[in-house]
């Protein structure tokens, strides 16, 4: 598994944003993946998950609002962004868990403006 998040950018407060992560490997569909951000200044924390079975599980402060997804046919996990706040800024990143083994994907960054 390597993953790859991409989608980010600019929005004003209220917009809406698709982030994708694919992997370009090849077991893809045997692992838990997750989206974790990290603003400015702040630790890095618990976005959404989707597990093997494409059940899904989110932290309070994004429910109603974010979706997560995955297509084991397209190696490819999404996260869609709806109602962006300001505090929804921060670089998200992909993970990967299938253990023993864990892998980290680069980020992209989401800049929502009030």
């Known amino acids: 598994v390597q993953l790859q998040a991409s989608g980010g950018g600019s929005v004003q407060a209220g917009g809406s944003l698709e982030l994708s992560c694919i992997d370009s490997?090849?077991?893809?569909?045997?692992?838990?993946v997750s989206w974790f951000r990290r603003a400015p200044g702040k630790e890095r924390e618990f976005v959404a998950g989707?597990?093997?079975?494409?059940?899904?599980n989110y932290v309070d402060f994004v429910k109603g609002r974010f979706t997560a997804s995955r297509d084991n046919t397209k190696n490819t996990m999404y996260l869609q962004m709806d109602r962006l706040k300001p505090e929804d800024t921060a670089v998200y990143s992909c993970?990967?868990?299938?253990?023993?083994?864990?892998?980290w994907g680069k980020g992209t960054l989401v800049t929502v403006s009030s």
């Open positions: 989707v597990a093997i079975d494409g059940t899904t």
């Open positions: 490997g090849r077991e893809f569909g045997a692992y838990t």
């Open positions: 993970y990967g868990i299938s253990p023993p083994a864990n892998i």
